[in-house]
Structures are given as structure tokens and as C-alpha cells.
């Protein structure tokens, strides 16, 4: 409409003024409702001709976008265990730093779990040191046992010599019964030295897995009890948070409120520009955008990316094959914008709707020399027409507060 009026004015008025002063005609007598198409049709014929021109060339080289938002995250506040809510630590709408317990669940039973762990722990401590008793007692039995050993293989060998000197001194039976001894002292030895080797197995090996079997479930039982103080993973405000003490929540179900972040939204902003645009739109574009939660103020921006896919075609697998008729509307390439200058949000809350147009700079290309005569003509109409583009802009900040007081923003 505006570019419109902005043709008219160099077309249409011209026509009527030459109409109405050179011809002396007048309106409501030559120039009536009926006439005048007749009466107008040369400046009518070239104000429409000069309309769709400059909306081609705008629009085309200085693309426009009205959806412009400023998109922000929220973190959902859910537990990562079932439970019933103990303590609260804020309120319905607070500001909170990362790390700030949010609320408390029930901890009776992971308390129980950590204590057990630690009983297990403690228990196991002390099976260590009745181990190392059992160790020393087993190496006094194998002390014992060699020296009966030793005793009665000494007195084998004695009856033996006397024996072999005499053998009326010592029986035979005498000297089986000495070695069946032996052997006995030698088969206590064995056992004492089995037992010393259990006993060293169970304080080496047994007693110190169980140890860490218990302290791997303290350290479980503690990061479940952990789990129950619900903290901030990010500094931000919490919002939408009724929660209250006796409430059960499941992470399976509704969040118990939103989290959002500082810096959500306060970067960049997300334009959908039209799919014609998607052959000018690139990165370092220098644009301009207006914002209704600020009006009145452009605020100058930098093409930083454009995301090379469409969103309207995005296919989800389903048991349906998928019409490309069902695509409703087409979609738009999107484009993210942040500010020319630091601080160039300030003051415009996440989720602002804004409006945007991109600029196509063409003067390095022109100053090298490398383009035709019509092609630089061209090109200097193009980047002309960026002042118009800038213009438009700017009437547009003043449209958007009217437009909303008055329509309620439709």
C-alpha cells in the first residue's frame, strides 16, 4: 500500500496536475468518477507499471519479514525420581541462580539407603579386623604345627638309628607308629597353612570387594539422595511454579514449572522470510528490525545465519504416507539476526514481535568495474531503492503501536 501511495505520488498526481492546470479540467466536470480511467490512464497504466516494479525490486533484493520473534528456551522443573514434595524454597515467581535448591522430595528412604550403606561399610571394617586376627592365629598354628613336626620327626629318626643298631631296642610296630605321627604333624601343617592362605584370600580379596560394593552403594544411595533437592542447572527466573509441600510429582508427568533462562532470548532474533529470498539471503547482510515492545526504535542488525532447510517440508516417519498436498502453506527460509551493536536488545523482553528487512549491498561490486552499463544502472536502482526499503521501515515502527492500540494487534 505504502509503495502504492509512493508511486502515485510520482504518476497519478503528476497526470491530474497536468490535467487539471494544462488542460483546465476540473473534477466533479471533465473528471468524474466515470472518466477517470479515461481522463488518468497514462499515469494510472504507469503508477501501477511503477508499483510492481519497485515491490519486485524490494522485495527481491531488500527482503522484508514481519515474523520476527525473539525465541527463548525454558527448562522445564521436573525431579528425576517420584516423589512427595517436603520443602519449597521459592516462590510462584522468583529469581534464582544456578545451583539454588528449588524444592526438596521426601529423602526418608534414601537416607535409610545411604545409613545401611554405611552400616555395610562399617561391618566390613571390622570382618577386616577379625580377618587379620584370624591371619595371625592361623600363622601361630603353623607354628605349632612344624615344631610338633619337627619333634616327631626327631624322635622317628632316633628310635630309627637305634634300630638300625639294634634291633631288640625299638619294635617295628613301634617305629610305624612314630611315622604314622609324622605324617599326622605334617598333615596339621598342611591345614594351618590352608587356613592362613583362606584366611589371607578372605582379608586381600573377599572383604575388600564387599568393602567397595558396599561403597559403590553409598555413593548411589548419596546420588539418589542428591536427586531429591531438586537444584538450577542455569541462573534464570522461575515462573508458573504452584508447586506446594504434600504435592506428589512424577517426571512422567506435567513439569511443576518453567525455568527461564538469562540469556534466553536476548542474542539474536529468528526471521522467516519468504522462499523467493532464499538466493539474496546471506550471511553478513546488514539489516534493520523494529521491535512492538519498543517502538518507535530501529535497531540496526547483521545477518550472522541462514538455516539452509525449510521447515514445512520436515517429514515424520508414521504409519501414513505423507500427500505433498497436505503442506499447507509455503514456508520460509529462516534467518537469524543479531545485533549490529552490543546491547542492541536491551530492553526488548524474549518473545517480542518485531518486524525486519535485509539489505543487499551492491557498492563493492559497482566500484570494481567489473559489471555493463545497464547492469551497473541496475544495480544503482537496487541500492537506491534500499532508502526507500529503510523508509518504509520506519513508518512501519510507527504503524505497529497504532495498529495494536487500535486492532488489538490483528
Not at 587356613?195 to 572383604?207: D, F, M, Q, S, V
Not at 513439569?255 to 532474533?269: C, E, H, N, Q, W
Request: with cysteine.
Amino acid at each position: 500500500m505504502l509503495e502504492l501511495l509512493l508511486c502515485s505520488l510520482l504518476t497519478v498526481l503528476p497526470d491530474y496536475l497536468y490535467r487539471r492546470y494544462g488542460q483546465g479540467k476540473r473534477i466533479g466536470r471533465e473528471i468524474t468518477l466515470f472518466s477517470v480511467w479515461f481522463e488518468l490512464r497514462w499515469g494510472i497504466t504507469a503508477c501501477l507499471m511503477l508499483t510492481v516494479t519497485l515491490i519486485t525490486i524490494i522485495f527481491y533484493n531488500h527482503p522484508s519479514a514481519t515474523n520476527v520473534t525473539a525465541y527463548f528456551r525454558t527448562v522445564p522443573i521436573v525431579p528425576e525420581t517420584i516423589g512427595r514434595v517436603a520443602e519449597i524454597y521459592v516462590g510462584m515467581s522468583d529469581r534464582i541462580e544456578k545451583g539454588q535448591p528449588i524444592f526438596r522430595l521426601d529423602d526418608a528412604a534414601q537416607k535409610a539407603a545411604a545409613e545401611t550403606a554405611r552400616r555395610r561399610i562399617a561391618e566390613t571394617d571390622a570382618q577386616m579386623t577379625v580377618a587379620r586376627t584370624d591371619v595371625a592365629a592361623a600363622q601361630g598354628q603353623i607354628t605349632q604345627a612344624e615344631k610338633a613336626l619337627q619333634q616327631a620327626r626327631d624322635e622317628l629318626d632316633t628310635k630309627t638309628q637305634l634300630n638300625t643298631r639294634n634291633a631288640d631296642v625299638v619294635s617295628r610296630r613301634e617305629l610305624e607308629r612314630l611315622q604314622v605321627g609324622v605324617d599326622g604333624r605334617e598333615g596339621a601343617v598342611a591345614a594351618a597353612m590352608a587356613a592362613k592362605e583362606g584366611a589371607l584370600i578372605r582379608l586381600e580379596t573377599l572383604l575388600p570387594a564387599q568393602k567397595a560394593s558396599a561403597e559403590a552403594a553409598l555413593a548411589q544411595a548419596e546420588v539418589e539422595l542428591a536427586k531429591t533437592v531438586i537444584r538450577a542447572g542455569v541462573s534464570g527466573q522461575v515462573e508458573q511454579f504452584a508447586l506446594r509441600v504434600g504435592d506428589l510429582v512424577n517426571p512422567l508427568m506435567r513439569p511443576a514449572g518453567v525455568l527461564i533462562p538469562d540469556d534466553a532470548g536476548r542474542k539474536r532474533l529468528v526471521a522467516g522470510f519468504g522462499q523467493i529470498e532464499a538466493q539474496v539471503m546471506k550471511p553478513g547482510m546488514i539489516a534493520e528490525a523494529t521491535c512492538l515492545s519498543k517502538p518507535l526504535t530501529i535497531i540496526p542488525m547483521v545477518v550472522t545465519s541462514v538455516q539452509d532447510v525449510i521447515a514445512a517440508g520436515q517429514l515424520r516417519t508414521s504409519d501414513q504416507l505423507v500427500d505433498a498436498q497436505q503442506v499447507g502453506a509455503p514456508g520460509t527460509i529462516t534467518v537469524f539476526l543479531e545485533p549490529l551493536y552490543e546491547g542492541g536488545l536491551d530492553g526488548i523482553p524474549p518473545g517480542s514481535t518485531c518486524a525486519a528487512n535485509a539489505y543487499s549491498n551492491n557498492h563493492d561490486l559497482i566500484a570494481s568495474g567489473e559489471v555493463g552499463l545497464l547492469r551497473g544502472i541496475y544495480l544503482h536502482i537496487v541500492d537506491t531503492v534500499a532508502l526507500v526499503h529503510a523508509l518504509l521501515l520506519r513508518i512501519q515502527a510507527l504503524i505497529l503501536p497504532v495498529q495494536t492500540l487500535v486492532f488489538g494487534g490483528h
